[in-house]
């Protein structure tokens, strides 16, 4: 946990770890980014003694992950369906767009 932190970092470092963990990272990635999204929270808090430009101007991470998390509402990604179609035997499918692809396999 990074130096200088209070409880609420504390448990944010802990619940990021725990996830990272759970998604299979080992234990050292974990750790690391953790300790660097509670870093780059305590820099945009205004938190910590100095910030790099990034971390106060770029999307913060919550907003991030959150931006992730709903990625599902647009369905599978060009790379899902094309496999799909690959298993599927489907010709032409090398070439066809995002949609094609989805019309093709009828999603």
Do not use: C, F, W
């Not at 003694?49 to 369905?75: C, Y």
Request: proline share 2%; net charge positive.
């Amino acid at each position: 946990m990074p130096r200088g932190s209070n409880a609420k970092r504390e448990r944010q470092y802990e619940h990021i770890k725990d996830s990272a963990e759970k998604r299979g990272e080992s234990d050292k990635r974990a750790k690391e980014i953790a300790a660097r999204t509670v870093n780059k929270e305590r820099a945009r808090a205004g938190e910590s003694r100095t910030a790099s430009r990034t971390s106060t101007e770029d999307i913060s991470s919550s907003r991030r992950g959150g931006l992730r998390s709903h990625s599902g509402s647009e369905g599978p990604t060009r790379d899902q369906l094309y496999n799909e179609a690959r298993q599927r035997n489907v010709k032409g499918r090398s070439t066809m767009t995002k949609a094609q692809l989805s019309k093709a396999l009828g999603h």
